[in-house]
């Protein structure tokens, strides 16, 4: 198993939800974390500040908090922004972020296409493309990319044809980093999470997401961050796409 005590991880979309109980984990394994949150300042600060009064203590310790709204519009600017500098320096890479788009094709917009193409699928791959010149200098990397329910085969959606196509290169995009960079002492494996209890649904949506699920109660954070701490910390998992869903089947829901 690794330890990850002088290693930076950075998480893209680590402010709330999963991507926050995966800064936290990584915190806990000794990581010094960059944090990066897009539409809720005092959600990232409060986050940040939590960190660093639980682990400050440790010399080797740091979090830094990188507040940045990433857009379709603003999507040409991140290159040279102050969180691509720091996943440049990244051990570990975390990409959580990414919009959910629920259309029939019929309803799917031009920005609906540009949203989900951009920050679903071209902000991972063009982090784990600016990660990996560091990672293969150092000779070590973990990536964690995060692909839909159920995208890790070709399959055709009703109602998310888009986000489902973007999420489904996502999990092509595990593949080929995994086959590509191994040899350099890199995994990239990806999560697909299913229904998943956070504090952005409501309580009527979560009710409803319940009733869907096998066992009748929704994936919890935890489950999906010890997930993602297993795969980290191993080298012999590369390349995998791992459903955390609670064996959710949209046939039987």
């Not at 440790?58 to 999507?75: E, L, P, R, V, Y």
């Not at 990414?98 to 071209?122: H, I, M, N, R, S």
């Not at 109660?217 to 609670?246: C, F, P, R, W, Y």
């Amino acid at each position: 198993m690794e330890n990850f005590h002088n290693k930076k991880a950075v998480i893209i979309g680590g402010s709330g939800g999963i991507g926050a109980c995966i800064s936290q984990k990584l915190a806990e394994e000794g990581a010094s974390v960059v944090v990066h949150g897009g539409e809720n300042c005092k959600r990232l600060q409060d986050l940040v500040e939590k960190l660093q009064s639980e682990h400050g203590t440790n010399q080797d310790f740091s979090c830094t908090g990188i507040s940045q709204k990433i857009t379709a519009d603003n999507f040409s600017l991140i290159g040279k922004s102050d969180l691509m500098r720091h996943v440049c320096e990244a051990d570990i890479l975390c990409v959580t972020f990414g919009p959910f788009v629920q259309k029939k094709l019929e309803d799917t917009t031009l920005q609906d296409w540009l949203d989900v193409c951009l920050l679903d699928y071209a902000l991972p791959g063009y982090c784990v493309s600016r990660a990996l010149p560091h990672m293969m200098e150092k000779k070590w990397g973990r990536i964690i990319l995060f692909g839909g329910t159920l995208t890790n085969n070709v399959k055709g959606f009703l109602t998310n044809a888009a986000y489902g196509g973007a999420k489904t290169a996502v999990c092509s995009l595990v593949k080929s980093t995994a086959i590509g960079y191994g040899r350099y002492g890199i995994t990239c494996n990806g999560i697909l999470p299913g229904f998943t209890d956070t504090e952005y649904q409501s309580r009527e949506l979560k009710e409803n997401l319940r009733k869907k699920m096998p066992m009748g109660e929704l994936v919890q954070l935890k489950s999906i961050g010890n997930t993602v701490m297993m795969l980290l910390k191993t080298s012999d998992i590369n390349g995998a796409l791992i459903n955390v869903d609670g064996g959710w089947d949209p046939v039987i829901s």
